[in-house]
């Protein structure tokens, strides 16, 4: 909390006081000339997203999202430094450069896409939508009978203002505890403080998890946003941009083409489809033309972390603890939103 | 009679004239701040304009579309940024002004106390100035909050008083519901407390001429108290009390001081106190033990003592550090922000965060602190000067 009033600080005066430049590449650039993707992830209390082991190693859904452009970028896993924020010092740590890249449940809108943010969503990795979780003895059964409720929510959020405008659309009148530590919010809608704790789906999933009774916790069936969440940069710099985008569609695409940690190998020797042949770097072009370090990186990431629904049904998934369904995160031809533009 | 002629002073170089030399140094140092002023606001537009962004206030006309939890003023979504500002503003205050005053009661008290002859009270609060001076504020706001935050829910809340509860919604008390036939009842507060400053300075004069005068604070009081009270009954008491009842999820109706105030206020004031007892202690130290004896030669009695001799002669060395922790427990109330209470930091975070606009926020936030501390020090070396020791 402190420190993300230091970041911002720091954002602020590297405007006053820091050099002018900015060209097309130099993020790319220095990311390789460091040697190392610094990725922010959300704090260290995002189940199923973003967690250290007792090694301090992190693992998650969006973690390895930012290894597997690490993979892209530098062919190796390990080379990315893992930065964590909350969600007040996000966007400082990406504008000021102490992050390159945001895998953090961040929320594609046109405010941040554009005007005094000028961030980049190069594309959506996943469909979220926000909810609402209420203790089960309060006996609530929709968003709609919550007036006059008190509201655990993050602050800088999406999520504080959707729930300003719900509230409002319904004549309802709500009171907000805002605080910006996700542990202490969670203690304190633990603690009874709130009667109410809303966020996106899946993250109100992941913190119930860590409540003293999850049991005794139900999410409400309204989704009452939208919220595209994708890895997000800073403007002005394409080939970042595409190397970021491509990284997310590899990974959607293996899953369409049934390509998976256990068949990669396998099929890169095998396939005669075109399309697989060109994803798995066997005809060469296209890494290449996305400015990764080869042409195999696609099959790379795959070895490492499997599709796209392996990564999730190993951290999101059904049989994990969080319990989430495909839903809208499912490739499009089985009904879900996920469709990569072709790599050709 | 001889007159003795001065001698024209000899042409001292304008660098060995400490006048002199002192003004040139003064307008060096005006401009090399101008440049560096100039500078940064040049570079800072060039880097803005690098990157798209235009400088302005327009945002702080726009709805700030999100909610706040309290103020002293109503604030809906709809309202703008400029107001959640004012909102977050209010709030600092509030808890400044609270938190100053029971500070230094408080910490006036222990300092008293840790002077005490008794061994175990003198002990016991010179522990808890160690303690509480050397943990961290912040771990003693989370332990505040989270000890309020344990109390029972709304629905089970411990009734305090009549219309009193307590839960960890906070404490709810009735309170007076406004309509504007209480205006005249305002008005007699301020003239009651009016008349009680000239009615105290007419009864010390007369005390210092004629050494007895009837004593001032009953008058006072009858004036502070008697005057609203007295427009009330001849309006015929418009005012309802607004009590607490339990409704859906909460209580409607009365005031609440939510579970954020409290914590805060409680670290705060607890956490300053503790410093307070230490300058309040020195300042009673260094005066002079002769004076204890003199007065205690009088026939004084100890607590009175220490209030017409002691305190009045310690105040001046009380004072400057004094300051400077009502300074810092106005800075420290911005560590608000990890509890929820959303006073200035808090609402500037979220304004900055939502608007994208970390350099204007931080500007006026910035510009707001330095007013504050500004009119802060002023008042207190206004005062300072006030009970200085006037050389005669
Ligand atoms: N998607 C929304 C909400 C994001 C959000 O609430 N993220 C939370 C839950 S995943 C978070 O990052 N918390 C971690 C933290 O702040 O430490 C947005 O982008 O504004």
Redesign the interface.
């Known amino acids: 909390?402190?420190r993300?009033?230091v970041l911002?600080?720091l954002?602020?005066a590297?405007?006053?006081?820091?050099p002018?430049?900015?060209e097309a590449g130099r993020d790319l650039d220095a990311i390789k000339a460091r040697g190392t993707l610094r990725c922010g992830v959300q704090g260290p209390s995002n189940p199923g997203f973003g967690v250290p082991n007792a090694q301090g190693v992190w693992g998650g859904f969006n973690v390895e999202v930012c290894r597997a452009i690490a993979i892209a970028i530098f062919n190796d896993p390990s080379k990315v430094e893992f930065v964590p924020v909350t969600?007040?010092s996000r966007?400082?740590a990406l504008?000021n450069g102490e992050v390159d890249v945001l895998s953090s449940n961040t929320t594609w809108t046109l405010?941040?896409d554009t005007?005094?943010?000028?961030f980049n969503f190069p594309a959506i990795v996943f469909y979220d939508g926000q909810a609402i979780m209420v203790p089960r003895r309060?006996n609530v059964t929709s968003a709609r009978g919550?007036?006059?409720?008190?509201v655990c929510v993050q602050?800088?959020t999406t999520t504080?203002?959707n729930?300003?405008?719900f509230?409002?659309q319904h004549n309802m009148t709500?009171?907000?505890?805002?605080?910006?530590?996700l542990d202490?919010?969670r203690?304190?809608y633990d603690?009874?403080?709130c009667?109410i704790f809303t966020n996106d789906f899946a993250a109100l999933a992941a913190q119930r998890t860590l409540l003293s009774n999850p049991r005794d916790h139900v999410i409400l069936p309204e989704r009452i946003s939208k919220e595209p969440l994708a890895p997000t940069i800073r403007q002005g710099d394409e080939e970042f941009t595409n190397i970021v985008a491509w990284t997310v569609f590899a990974l959607i695409d293996a899953e369409e083409f049934g390509i998976t940690q256990a068949n990669v190998d396998q099929i890169a020797g095998s396939a005669t489809d075109p399309r697989i042949r060109r994803l798995l770097g066997v005809e060469p072009g296209m890494g290449t033309a996305i400015g990764a370090a080869n042409d195999q990186y696609a099959r790379t990431i795959i070895k490492a972390f499997g599709n796209y629904g392996e990564m999730f049904e190993r951290h999101l998934g059904v049989n994990t603890p969080l319990g989430l369904e495909r839903g809208h995160n499912n490739i499009w031809t089985k009904g879900g939103l996920l469709y990569a533009p072709p790599a050709r | 009679m001889s007159t003795i002629e001065t001698p024209p002073a000899a042409k001292t170089a304008f660098w060995n004239d400490p006048v002199k030399r002192g003004l040139a140094l003064q307008s060096i140092l005006v401009v090399f701040v101008l440049v560096v002023v100039w500078a940064?606001?040049n570079?800072?537009s060039?880097?803005?304009v690098?990157?798209?962004?235009i400088f302005g206030w327009d945002y702080l006309g726009r709805p700030a579309?999100?909610?706040?939890?309290?103020g002293l003023i109503p604030f809906a979504?709809?309202d703008s940024y400029g107001r959640a500002l004012f909102v977050g503003l209010l709030n600092t205050l509030r808890i400044a002004v609270v938190g100053i005053i029971l500070a230094t009661l408080l910490g006036v008290a222990l300092g008293v106390m840790r002077l005490s002859s008794n061994p175990l009270l003198a002990r016991l609060v010179s522990g808890y100035v160690e303690v509480v001076r050397n943990t961290p504020l912040l771990l003693q706001l989370?332990l505040w909050?989270?000890i309020i935050?344990?109390l029972p829910?709304p629905r089970q809340a411990l009734p305090l008083g009549p219309g009193m509860f307590l839960s960890?919604?906070g404490l709810k008390v009735p309170w007076v519901e406004w309509s504007p036939a209480l205006w005249p009842v305002i008005w007699a507060l301020v003239a009651g407390i009016v008349g009680a400053f000239i009615a105290a300075r007419a009864l010390q004069r007369r005390r210092e001429a004629t050494g007895d005068a009837p004593p001032t604070l009953p008058i006072a009081a009858a004036l502070i108290i008697g005057l609203p009270f007295l427009t009330l009954a001849a309006q015929g008491f418009p005012a309802t009390l607004s009590v607490p009842v339990l409704?859906?999820?909460?209580f409607?109706g009365g005031i609440e001081l939510s579970?954020?105030f409290v914590a805060l206020l409680l670290g705060l004031v607890l956490y300053t106190a503790a410093f307070i007892a230490e300058i309040v202690r020195g300042g009673i130290v260094s005066v002079y033990k002769g004076q204890w004896e003199a007065a205690r030669a009088l026939g004084l009695p100890a607590p009175r003592i220490m209030r017409l001799v002691i305190l009045p002669q310690a105040l001046r060395v009380i004072i400057p550090p004094l300051t400077s922790q009502y300074l810092n427990l106005t800075k420290n109330s911005s560590?608000a922000?990890?509890?929820?209470y959303?006073e200035l930091?808090?609402v500037s975070?979220?304004t900055?965060?939502?608007?994208?606009?970390?350099?204007e926020?931080?500007l006026v936030f910035a510009l707001v602190y330095l007013t504050i501390s500004l009119l802060t020090s002023g008042f207190m070396n206004w005062y300072n000067g006030r009970v200085a020791i006037r050389e005669r």
């Open positions: 909390m402190i993300n009033f911002a600080g954002a602020a590297a405007f006053v006081f820091g002018t430049a900015a969600t007040q966007f400082p504008t405010t941040r005007g005094v943010n000028r309060l919550l007036n006059g409720a008190t602050p800088g504080e203002l729930l300003a405008d509230f409002r709500f009171r907000p505890v805002v605080i910006e530590a202490e919010l203690r304190a603690q009874g403080r009667d | 940064a606001w570079n800072m060039a880097n803005m690098a990157r798209g962004l579309n999100f909610a706040i939890g309290e979504p709809t989370f909050y989270a935050n344990a829910g960890n919604r409704q859906g999820f909460n409607t579970p954020e560590l922000v990890a509890i929820g959303p930091v808090h975070n979220t900055m965060n939502q608007t994208g606009r970390a350099v926020v931080i």
